[in-house]
């Protein structure tokens, strides 16, 4: 049976074993398809709401990226709340801004009421090269403040950001107090028991090989099939092959993480706070202490999805531009993780029919914004779609070029962006 990769999660994850596979068929009144936090929080929810739910998962549960990811809990969505204020509406705007720090709350209260140990620390930091990005920070507590947040921020100078940080690489930052970090393979792990402690049904190892729309949705795996009268498609970048107009509004992007040998107080000194970071860059690094005093740091964006040929090669470096003193420090793992980037960098959920819903592209937010989705899409399947409908009626734009193409110029497109962060605007 297939396994976790070879990653830091993986390797201090709590669950070990495996759940068994789908084998003959089966009725649900809800079938979710995914194991990442879309799917299991989705499953959750609606077990909390005593619906009979069964999830299949295609690996193991967080096999894909909310199992890989940096663990980083970020407040908002990969466009700030003026942004989609502006190009979806007032109205629209007003009401997704509402929403933009409830996947955090869930998170928090996810791990207080099921008791999971998932290594939850609180406070994230956004650290910027330059005066113009100190200045974008200051308009983002600015924008937040107009939508009803107002407090939470605190902007730091560059000596006040030293205090969390040891580098002299920023010139400032700002701390968001509501956010965090997290182990995310334990989180989701520990929110699949609690899916379980309910009478919820998990099957690992059984990706699903077809969906039959009707009354009921059949949804056929290589060795079973569930007969369900709602179905949540929750698979992002890991869904391969089933439903080709999902696949085709999404772009795979691979993101690379590797985690230091344990540290002890060398990794305290760097990060004296616990707070985790990441810069203001487009193309952005991000980095925090681990439970056990690792430092573990990411980025490496490669669009398309590909693995680079080394890891360690692309984010070696990053590491050692920030923190001279690491360059000497063993790297214990090194990994990488997809996930589903969209034309506008806003998540998209949606109907597929009137009984079968779909979440995807949460755009390097994924963390708290599956959260927030799948407690929408838990909403919709039980009958209230008010919250849902207003995500799922946001416009779709497809990437120019198709599939064929909407890699090469997305990468086209970005060099204007990476040629901002080496200009430093």
């Not at 495996?18 to 929810?45: H, K, Q, S, W, Y």
């Not at 099921?114 to 650290?127: E, R, S």
């Not at 965090?180 to 049904?201: I, M």
């Not at 490496?300 to 531009?321: C, E, F, N, W």
Request: aromatic letters at 10%; a neutral charge.
């Amino acid at each position: 049976m297939a396994e976790h990769i070879d990653s830091y999660y993986a390797a201090t994850a709590h669950k070990k074993d495996a759940r068994i596979p789908l084998r003959g068929v089966i009725n649900a009144d809800v079938c979710v398809i995914g194991g990442g936090f879309t799917g299991v929080n989705a499953a959750l929810e609606l077990a909390e709401r005593g619906v009979n739910v069964v999830l299949l998962e295609a690996v193991k549960i967080g096999f894909g990226a909310s199992g890989r990811n940096g663990g980083q809990i970020i407040n908002g969505y990969s466009r700030n709340l003026d942004t989609i204020a502006s190009r979806y509406g007032a109205e629209a705007g007003r009401k997704i801004g509402a929403m933009a720090r409830e996947g955090g709350e869930i998170i928090r209260a996810r791990a207080a009421q099921y008791n999971i140990q998932c290594d939850l620390k609180p406070g994230n930091i956004f650290a910027a090269f330059t005066s113009a990005q100190m200045r974008g920070l200051a308009r983002h507590v600015k924008i937040w403040d107009e939508f009803g947040f107002k407090n939470g921020f605190e902007l730091l100078d560059k000596p006040a950001l030293q205090r969390h940080v040891k580098t002299e690489r920023y010139a400032g930052g700002l701390i968001d107090h509501y956010g965090g970090h997290v182990h995310p393979l334990n989180l989701v792990q520990g929110e699949a028991a609690a899916f379980e402690s309910l009478g919820g049904v998990i099957y690992e190892n059984s990706p699903v090989t077809a969906l039959h729309m009707g009354d009921p949705v059949r949804v056929k795996t290589a060795q079973g099939e569930v007969s369900a009268k709602t179905v949540l498609v929750c698979g992002n970048a890991y869904l391969h092959g089933v439903l080709p107009e999902l696949e085709g509004r999404i772009m795979p992007v691979s993101t690379q993480v590797l985690a230091t040998e344990p540290l002890g107080e060398d990794a305290a000194a760097l990060l004296p706070t616990d707070m985790c970071v990441e810069d203001c860059n487009y193309f952005l690094d991000y980095f925090r202490r681990t439970a056990d005093n690792r430092i573990l740091y990411g980025g490496g964006t490669v669009y398309g999805g590909q693995d680079p040929a080394s890891v360690r090669a692309k984010i070696l470096p990053l590491m050692h531009k920030t923190f001279p003193t690491l360059k000497d420090a063993r790297v214990d793992f090194a990994w990488n993780g997809t996930f589903a980037l969209t034309l506008t960098r806003f998540p998209q959920i949606g109907r597929l029919a009137p009984n079968v819903y779909f979440s995807h592209g949460d755009s390097g937010h994924g963390v708290t914004t599956t959260h927030l989705l799948a407690r929408l899409l838990a909403e919709a399947a039980t009958g209230n779609t008010q919250r849902f409908d207003i995500f799922a009626g946001l416009p779709y734009f497809p990437f120019p070029g198709g599939r064929a193409l909407r890699v090469p110029l997305t990468i086209a497109g970005s060099w204007w962006y990476r040629a901002r962060d080496r200009l430093g605007l």
